[in-house]
């Protein structure tokens, strides 16, 4: 800054006259240069201390001013030590400061021009501790500080040191004297000079975003899962949000740089509430909530700015040039307080931040005007952090629209430096975003940096897909968290059904399996005994042959339901049973029959009875009812762990943060009613029961002998230990008397817990009572359109769940019902048969043009190429089906042989060599020649093939030419003889190359 005086200053030599204005020059300059570096270097107003406390102890009222330091704005600083005054006395400021006569001191103007703004406050009262004695002095009364304010008055008086008598003045020159008073002085428009208004730094409170399900509530089924996420645009919420936003806008919008929506957070509660309206019933409901916590994460980064204090490059020296103010007896009075104003760095720091500031606006903005979902999602997990950093240095979500504006604003202080290209985002690969690899694809970089994997694109997609390919994302990256599914559907009163549970049981699957194969056996020999005799046992009058056929095929189909998999015979026991059971006494009525019909029995029919018995002795021991009903209680104890009301009250610590934490558990919550078991049994029981129940009742016996004969045998005592549910009437009284019971408890439990404890605390003591009482009869139905998709996501902070839990089943995705062929070609004429894999149930049939070719045997079922129904050759189809439930379709192939078109000719110069020309054009297949002379064979490709004959005693060859790589066997054989014309029997055409004519 420039000097007040000039740039001058005197330079001594030895022996020169000093005159008083060459000292004086050089006083001032030194003493002016310390000014300017205090006020243009550092800063000016009330450094530190300086704080005033007022206090009444024994009638006696005080005030107390600490010690602290301040610079002028003329750059003069005050020093003052702690002071406790208790009186005052009236002051009238001397003119020599007011008005002092510095006329032969021009250089003094820069300072004393100052003084005459103070002569609003001429008469003002000054500050006196206890220890003055004055006529004038008075204790400080009650209400003394009511509209006034204290200022420390830096006094520079200039005294005349003129030493007068009668006839002499001795002019001994001028003194500048420095006194730091303590004044007060009244506020009201003539001191308004002096006391310059300043804002106050505004403390707000940032805005606090609430938790999920907290209070904690038992939540069972998708319409509470959803409901969790309301909670954040309910009315009250949003306009707390609304308010802050607003107030931190007007009191930051002077500094603001002028941009025109800007405006918009001036009352952004209805902006926000139609975004809210689009998607509050959809099943981005999640997002939303997300959304708004971006809000209220920018806000409070806005907050953390706190006041933008203002400061210099070039200060105002008359701005308080021989004071500071120190404040008032309230609060209101402290906005008077002269604050200290950083200059120069300062500045270009406050600049910096300032422009940090209106990208956090800007972004605000952005925020609450973009947010959008996409259309077409896509899994992406995207590296990030959580915890208390701000907002800006976490990944950009996927639900903005404006994402190349956003990705400038979203860091201010990446964008200072112009590294914004390094945000990470769910957009980070769409054009212009960046060119930088490690932010394209950031999963094949360090993950060390980052705490917390942001998982999105997922809500709304079928979960078997969502879960299939978050699992792949998760193993192809090798990344530490860990996956889990959970359904939110209420299971009470309904039953899951059990070719949902995917792991084992092997010892009871090892029951099964021998139990079944005993059935095997046992009917196996039974039907070939039978089916061996059936003439005789017809003959004699024992039984028809249309009763063994009929036999024959129930006991065929009753083995087909036995399927190898114990899971898929549990579902449909009971219907098993049924037809178990009925069968057991049709062969109850034919051993009648045959022993009312054959009273002397002969040996045949003593053994068919003994084969009857066999049978009846498999239903009397029902080994298949003891290994349902044990799987079936396992199943009681396992299947809860399917759903997320039950993951829930295990682990209630469980958060959404659109992600999960490094080394935590990430829950995908779905809807999936289809789990529940079917109320009707699969089509193939329904017929199979019906046939055999039309059998038994068509059995020629009398009803009341046939009643005698179900009662005659007994199955083995075996006492069920499923408990079955009441029915009707019945089950309504139950409800609607355990309802009121439980109604009554609640209200009680209210009553008491309102008069001892919080709301939050008496809310969460109900919800775990309820739980408690959970001892519904009946349940309804749930709605819902969001059926087989994934409608949130949460995550625990840890790995959840040991290794062999069933929750790690359901993120399994089931395998399809498929069926396949080894292979697609088959030929014709082939007779062998070839096994139609089938992944999935047996049991089922064959659709398609190629159905009729299947054949089955035991549980397998075969293609036969050369069956009459594909005699044709062309592409065929299947297609398999079983409990509605449909299969891939398959195509085949059948194709028919080939004639082979060769021909031979013989050289004319060696009668015993024999060429073979292929005279099929573009031929590229390999053959394979025997010769028929016990020669090597050979394979090749060529068309022109040679071969030397010994044609001793008249001897001829018989050549067989293969044809390699086709489906069919397509051979031609030629036949050669010495010295005769080859014949080309094989070939379709008739010429004179028929016969054979010697040379």
Known sequence: MEAYNTSIYPVFEADQVLSQKELNFLVSHL?????????????????????????????????????????????????????????????????????????????LDAIFKHASKYEAIKNCFELLTADVSDVDVKPIPANFFTDKLVILLLEVTLIDQKNCVTTNCDDKGKRIEFTIRPLVIPINEVTAVLTKVYQLPELYSKVTFPRYNVPYKNIITATNVLDGFRKVYKDSFLTELSDSIASVYNDFKEVLSEVSNLNILEDCKNTISATVDNYKGSVNLQYVWDWIADIVATQNEIIDFKKINPSFCCVDEGLFPFHVVLGGDTTGKSIFRTPFIKTLNGSNEENAKLKELNLLFEKLVLILTSFEIPNQNVIKVTPSSLGTIPLSEKAIPFYYNSILDLNKKWSPQLTAKKENNTILSYHSTIPSYTNKPEVKEPLLFDIEPYNFFRIEGHIGMNYKKAINDLSLIKNSYALPFKITALNAVDFVNKEVDILKFDGRWDDLETDYDLARKRVYNITEFVIKWMDLRKNTLDENNIITIENINNFKNILSQLKNLLTNDLKEFLPNYKSFYDIFKNLNHVFLFHRWCIQLFNPNLSTIAEDLIDRLDDINELFLEDPFTVIYEEAYLRWQKTYKDLFFSTFLKKHPGIEHKAGVTKGGTFVLVYIDTSIFKASNPPLIYTNLLAAVTNYKDSIPIDGNIKDELISSVKFDDYKSQIKTKPKGLAIDKCKAESDNIKNDLLEIAKYNLE???????????????????????????????????????????????????????????????????EQSKYCQTDAKEYEVKIKGKAGGIFTGTGKEAIIQKSDKYYLKPNHASIATPKLYDLQYEIDEELSNTIEFEIVSPNEL???????????????????????????????????????????????????????????????????????????????????DFNKNDFNTNDFNTNK
């Open 901 to 983: 078109q060769w021909s031979i000719s013989r050289d004319a110069n060696e009668p015993n060599v024999i060429k073979f020309i292929n005279d099929t054009t573009n031929d590229t297949h390999e053959y394979e020649f025997d010769f028929g002379d016990n020669s090597d064979m050979i394979t090749t490709n060529e068309n022109t093939v040679e071969h030397t004959f010994e044609f001793d005693n008249n001897r001829q060859f018989t050549i067989t030419i293969k044809q390699l790589g086709e489906v069919c066997e397509n051979i031609q054989t030629i036949t050669v003889s010495p010295l005769a014309r080859i014949g």
């Open 755 to 821: 008069a001892n404890y919080t709301v939050q605390m008496s809310d969460y003591i109900l919800e775990n009572i309820k739980g408690v009482l959970q001892y519904e009869v009946g349940s309804t139905v749930e709605k819902n359109p969001f059926q087989q998709i994934i409608i949130a996501d949460f995550y625990l902070p840890y790995v959840c769940c040991s290794e062999g839990n069933t929750l790690e089943v359901k993120i399994e995705v089931k395998e399809p019902l498929t069926i396949s062929l």
């Open 31 to 107: 003493e002016e240069q310390d000014r300017i570096t205090r006020k243009n270097l550092i800063g000016l107003g009330i450094v530190c201390g300086l704080d005033l406390s007022f206090s009444i102890k024994n009638n006696i009222n005080s005030v107390t001013i600490s010690c602290g330091t301040a610079v002028t704005s003329l750059g003069f600083q005050i020093n003052f030590k702690e002071t406790t005054f208790t009186q005052y006395h009236d002051l009238e400021l001397s003119d020599q400061f007011l008005k002092p006569d510095y006329i032969r001191e021009p250089y």
